[in-house]
């Protein structure tokens, strides 16, 4: 019976040997990432270029960490920055103290700040964690502007309004996946990610289950290859 006892004590290591194998060559491998990862954040703009922050500092205001720094200024009649009265002068993110709670994104009432995929970035100075405006816009095209110090990956900048769009309505059935919100620069109205019911479109909205991702049975495409 000892001797039982003693081998039986090697039953799991020995059954882990035919399971397939879950390491992944980090960082020249990946995998692929949820829509609702909350990572570095964007300023969106509306799709006649115009941007979305008008400066109500409730980002700032509600923001646990105090990392965020907003103040407004007037609109010039003439050259308006924002549909408003007013836009965001000055903007900057302190990801020294940033927690990625998303609060910020709740708050925001014209949907300006969202969050791409993108968490693994890097800095050599405290000067280069500290994001302005001039790096928190979007392009012209939409997209995250891309810092030296950030890597990047295919997808990583796209679907980053898809935490705002995750709940309906104080939680009312009734509106879930339908579309509740104004266009962006180069994407155009953004389909609804669905949620419980079969109100959903998972190829237009990037959605991926966490367990299919975890048997490793997503795809992901870096370099040119498929793994």
């Not at 979305?52 to 103040?71: N, Q, S």
């Not at 990047?152 to 796209?158: A, K, P, V, Y």
Request: hydrophobic share 30%.
């Amino acid at each position: 019976m000892a001797r039982l006892n003693f081998f039986g004590g090697f039953k799991q290591s020995i059954q882990q040997v035919a399971q397939p194998r879950v390491t992944t060559q980090y960082p020249k491998e990946k995998r692929a990432k949820p829509p609702r990862l909350h990572g570095r954040h964007v300023l969106n703009r509306y799709e006649d270029g115009m941007e979305k922050c008008i400066g109500c500092e409730l980002c700032a205001a509600v923001c646990p960490a105090d990392c965020i720094f907003v103040r407004g200024a007037d609109n010039s009649p003439d050259d308006p920055v924002s549909p408003g009265e007013r836009y965001g002068f000055t903007y900057e993110i302190n990801y020294l103290r940033c927690i990625h709670c998303d609060m910020c994104v709740e708050a925001c009432p014209t949907e300006a700040i969202t969050e791409s995929k993108l968490f693994e970035f890097s800095f050599t100075s405290r000067a280069d964690a500290i994001y302005t405006k001039k790096e928190l816009v979007v392009d012209d095209e939409g997209r995250p502007q891309k810092m030296p110090w950030e890597d990047w990956r295919e997808g990583d900048d796209r679907y980053t309004s898809a935490w705002m769009r995750a709940t309906s309505p104080s939680g009312a059935a009734a509106y879930e996946g339908e579309v509740q919100w104004s266009s962006e620069l180069g994407y155009g109205s953004r389909a609804a990610e669905g949620g419980q019911s079969g109100n959903r479109d998972d190829a237009k909205t990037g959605n991926i289950s966490i367990r299919e991702v975890s048997r490793n049975k997503i795809p992901v495409r870096f370099g040119g290859k498929v793994r």
